[in-house]
């Protein structure tokens, strides 16, 4: 599906045009769906700029996108904004990650945490099903830099999760090392790998070798799956890394987490859960009776004005637009990588990133709390990272360094 730029009429027009296929709590008669618009004394849709403004009517009408609408089956109230998460569904599997058209399914979730989830999940069902695997032969396997919502699901979904050390200057997988623990993950009968791979790493903005998980998989003999965790990527790396193949054309890789709420600087709760068709019914609970075309999804209900949301900022973009926007984020942190390096101080920074990672013996505490740099481990800190985000301009990093300067000349 094409991401193309539409003017701010046309993108109102659709939402409000989506809003009219969807039920009217005010004006329809619909007795016995457990929801209704926004409490009115406290969200007016009276005031006028919520009336003239798509995401803000969409919030007070309240629309539930419970379930996942790319399966066929869905709600018949919500099928207006329905269509547009649909499309967000599609711009994202097929525009960012190169699937062929209507072959992935995916939905809005609470953010990269439930999609993480949501794959596990998903993973953990089929090798019980398909292999009928007890919960000891299942294992999480990722690297030490990824994010705990692996060691969370681990948790919820009884299964071990295992972290794989990285290299410390080059947060590459240490090969030896990882060996080593896969060899006695084996040892202790595991036999099914869930495989999380990194699009953008928290901490450092790294990427894992897709092929580096595959071999270590093969050559231990597992069954495995491999998801992509790219929250914080996902809008980011194959945007301005043209040479990116970690996407759907890449046979191993399964299904995908997005974070519309990091980069695309969409509200909290814009989650994106996506994965190849077929997949979904792993995560089918029959119990959802009620709801019609079931529900396979960890949230249940959600709000619809989260996927219009993601719509919208599409909409005002296009792909190229948003390129360019990635971009300048990648200018500016290139800027200022060369200025770290101008005065001999020592950080990581993977190719095109937009985090810079400092070594924290680099910087005083007190000049990286004072601007807000986010520690590994506020109590042991190693590093501190600046995410050069949409509000980190040059004048803002400017001032960070002319006092890093004058610590430096001090000293
Ligand atoms: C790589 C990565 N994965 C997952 C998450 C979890 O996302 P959320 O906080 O939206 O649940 C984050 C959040 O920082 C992240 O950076």
Redesign the pocket.
Known sequence: MEWKRKSEAESKQRVFDALKNNVNYRSGSVLGVPGTYLDPKVFSEEISFVREAPYLSTLVHNPNHIGCHTLGDSESYFEGTQVLEREVIRICSENIFKADPDTVDGYVA???????LQAIWIYRNYFLQEYKASLSEIAVVCTKD??Y?MQKAGNIFQIQCVLLPVEKETRVIDHAEAEAKLALLKKSGVKYIIVVS?M???MFGSIDKVEEYVELMTAFGFQFKIHV?????GFYAPIVDEKNTINFTHPMVNSF?M?A??LLQAP?GT?IFLIRKDWMKYAHTDAASYVVGADCTLSGSRSGANAIAIWLIFAAYGRHEWYEKCMTLERRTSWLAKELDTRGIRYFRAPLSNIVAIHANQIPVGLASGYGLVPDDHHQPSWFKIVVMDHVSIEKLEVFLEELDAIIVHK
């Open positions: 609470a953010g990269g945490t439930e999609a993480n990824s994010h919502s990194n953008m790493t928290t965790d790219a929250a914080y990527g987490t974070d709420h990091k909290y989650g």
